[in-house]
């Protein structure tokens, strides 16, 4: 995510996980959100596979990490409203409670569980060989990870490996 908050304590975790300078990063907002076309922004899953094409084309890689992060205010954005204190269906989409400008944990939590799990599963359908892609990275593995907001804390929410 582009959130400030946690960039240099996420990238210490990573550092300390065994990938000190040895990774490629695409950074944006609400990942799995833009990933899966749920944000207003189009083309983010055409900008990210593109990287992860190049990635893999420059420095072969076969890892594909998703990082979301709590508090995000693109799931706020995107789930939240601020008038209700329990999951309601408004204009036809499930709007959330939030908590000043952010979801309650309970809720964000198992969203984004949800779209990292969409998303990681169109990446492993776009880059094992088994739709027709161009780019087969061998030896996948995708992790989808969701970091505190503080970056100190990251817990593993989703795995799929070759």
């Not at 890689?61 to 799931?75: D, L, P």
């Not at 984004?112 to 969409?118: A, G, Y």
């Not at 990446?123 to 094992?128: A, H, R």
């Not at 060989?129 to 100190?152: A, M, P």
């Amino acid at each position: 995510c582009i959130d400030f908050r946690l960039r240099e304590n996420t990238t210490c975790n990573l550092n300390c996980r065994g990938y000190y300078n040895n990774y490629d990063e695409v950074i944006a907002a609400g990942v799995s959100l833009g990933y899966n076309g749920l944000l207003t922004f189009s083309g983010w899953n055409e900008f990210i596979d593109a990287h992860i094409a190049l990635g893999y084309m420059l420095h072969n890689i076969n890892e594909i990490h998703i990082v979301e992060h709590c508090q995000c205010g693109a799931y706020a954005a995107q789930y939240g409203d601020s008038t209700i204190s329990t999951p309601t269906l408004i204009g036809g989409v499930m709007k959330y409670p939030r908590s000043g400008s952010y979801l309650v944990q309970e809720y964000e939590r198992a969203l984004q569980r949800q779209n990292v799990e969409i998303c990681g599963t169109s990446l492993w359908s776009k880059f094992n060989g088994t739709s027709g892609t161009r780019t087969k990275i061998n030896g996948l593995l995708i992790i989808g990870w969701i970091v505190s907001i503080d970056g100190c804390n990251l817990t593993e929410i989703y795995r799929r490996s070759s």
